[in-house]
């Protein structure tokens, strides 16, 4: 079992900045990737970023340039900085975890006005 817990939501003006924290717990082991999805009200959950142990990482198209995502591999934790922040981005941001099965957050709300 792997738990994660998010930290970092908040409401925030249009190009300003938020950094979302993800820490894991558990049977941290072998995780691989980590990561965070987001959830508009009426969308479907999508992917924003991911990174590998080897600190590849992926991106939305819709988030390059803007989010970087980084982790501490000594906490445990995975990082989300997003700047230039849009409207668009109001989502509800969930941390995930692959080991053996995904493993996700309980989210954390990210509200972006005009």
């Known amino acids: 079992q792997v738990q994660l817990v998010e930290f970092g939501g908040g409401l925030v003006q249009a190009g300003g900045s938020l950094r979302l924290s993800c820490a894991a717990s558990?049977?941290?082991?072998?995780?691989?990737?980590m990561g965070w999805y987001r959830q508009a009200p009426g969308k479907q959950r999508e992917l924003v970023a991911t990174?590998?142990?080897?600190?590849?990482?992926n991106y939305a198209d819709s988030v390059k340039g803007r989010f970087t995502i980084s982790r501490d591999n000594a906490k445990n934790t995975v990082y989300l900085q997003m700047n230039s922040l849009k409207p668009e981005d109001t989502a509800v941001y969930y941390c995930?975890?692959?080991?053996?099965?995904?493993?996700w957050g309980q989210g954390t709300r990210v509200t972006v006005s005009a």
């Open positions: 558990g049977s941290i082991f072998s995780i691989n990737p």
């Open positions: 995930y975890a692959f080991r053996i099965l995904t493993y």
């Open positions: 990174m590998t142990t080897g600190d590849s990482t």
